[in-house]
């Protein structure tokens, strides 16, 4: 028997694996599991290459609990250890690997930034084990081992009996983490880490029906027919699938089997995906995976499914940030790459030259199916804009490399449910849509309902209006403008509608200066108290005698500030400002000021401006009712 001290450089590193990241203990199991899977399919390339002259054999991981005992074990059948293996494998480099772990990270037990925590191995059993027994058997001729340590620095080593091959970890369950000895616990471990993992995991046994026995089925004496029950067999509890849809060649998969596997793994999702993107590079990095663009929803369990991490099939984190793009990270799906630096802080993370190139791969991947889409199907991709808009302005607007290709499949719908690209509506537009000083301008309503007067008035004389109606559309319309001076996006609502695109036909006012100069302080007055700027257009005379118009460039600068920087400073906290166009021609204003009653002014004022405000949405309250009041009043 050897007895010994485990090289201790930190006084006791024990209870330091204990305290490390409370939160993480449960990381124990899927590192247990991992040396498991390690040992399995090492084996499995050392009789492939004939080094090992054994049979694989139905080679699984089996979990049990024994709650009498409080004993938690983990037994695989891989390539196990001699004597000599474990002396230098658990105490030397299994311990200064842990060593190694803690000094790393025993001060970052704030730091958020340490994703995944892979490395702490087989003595992140001491987070949840007062004691462990290692019996191991190696493939080779050697006799077994029984290295036991109860978490002090000291172990034991000595030969066991083991017949069978491969290695049993059996952890004594402290008594501060009992909960580990329940089932439930485990299963959901199981499932969140390992349910692909590619050894079978084994865990309990679970009823099926026997396939070698079929029911038989009798007829009573009044021809009422009965099937007798199936014949039950115990069989393995398999928790996990060995092979899932990412490890497969996308030419083996239908789109079917995409559809399976978007449900195996958000299970309590029923909303399908859109469409897919596998990703499948080995140069300069190793990485697989499929991502799914969602169906937009508001639903919690959206918010939930997130883009899951992977490393050889092991489940490490849904915190993809630095690893895939921020713009991307609505999206749902796996990534599963060894390539990918985990105990390392996301600070790091995003300076690494490997976890960027990954980024801009998958950056590019889906620039080129969203492509591919919009060339092969253009009618489908239209039906599914509306649901992938805001992720691809979102990229657009973060990255420039995407901006380039989006450019080309990005859609503006019109009014009218017309889908152009940017290109095809500036070419659309030009002849009808260039004003007086060259601007080419973009009409566009973000609320097809609250702008429909506008968007009347403005079809009518033959323009297209588009309907841009994401959070982040300022800002991207921004951008577009950017990239051309002569271009400008131009709400419907912000001027009327000459205003709108100015041409160079200048209408005639029916009114004098003189009379516009009497007119407009009473409006004023009429509309004391208001944060309106009355400004006299000469219009057509069937328009509309007051419009309220909303300046473009004040109210983008809002939103762009309300949806995250980009607005000028401080502009959030403006008030709206809103103009009263008043159309001098409009047979209404001739006749308020001819009026020579003040009171029957102003009521034709009020009247009518509550009108306008109607149609821009902004009557409510204590004025809606006595503008509904005051016309009732008019119809008795
Ligand atoms: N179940 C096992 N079967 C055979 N060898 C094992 C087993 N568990 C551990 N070992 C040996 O002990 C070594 C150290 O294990 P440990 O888990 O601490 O680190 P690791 O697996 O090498 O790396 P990681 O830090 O990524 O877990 C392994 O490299 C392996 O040689």
Redesign the pocket.
Known sequence: MAKGNINVSVENIFPLIKKFLYSDHEIFLR??I???T??TT?LKHLIAIGEAKTELGDAKIEISIDKEAKTLT?K?Q????TMD??E???NQ???S??EE?LEKYKDDKNETGVIGH???????AFMVAAKVD?F?KSFKEDAAAHWTCDGSPEYTLVEHDKKDR??E?VLHIAEDSLDFLKEDKIKGLLNKYNRFNQVPIKFGTKKVNDPDFTPQTTTDKDGKETTEPHKKIDVDNIINNTNPAWTKAPADLSDEDYTNFYRELYPTQFEESLFHIHLNVDYPFNLTGILFFPKLSTSMDMQKDKIQLYQNQVYVTDNVEGIVPDFLQMLKGVIDSPDIPLNVSRSYLQADGAVKKISGYITKKVADKLISLFKNNRADFEKKWNDIKVIIEYGMLSEDKFFDKAKKFALFPTVADSYFTFDELLEKTKDTQTDKDGNHVILYASNKDAQHSYIEDATAKGYEVVVLDSPIISHLMQKLEGGDAKVKFTRVDSDFIDNLIKKDETAISKLSEEEKTTLKPIIETAIAAEAYTVQLEAMDSDASPFIITVPEFMRRMKEMQASGGGGMMGMGNFPDMYNLVVNTNSPLISNILNSKNADEQKHLISQAFDLAKLSQNLLHGKELTSFIKRSYELIK
């Open positions: 590192e247990l991992s040396n498991g390690d040992a090492k983990i695989d891989g390539l196990g250890m293996e474990v230098k494998y658990i480099i299994a311990f690997g842990a772990f892979f490395g702490l191995g087989f003595y992140s290692i191991t491969g290695t970890i």
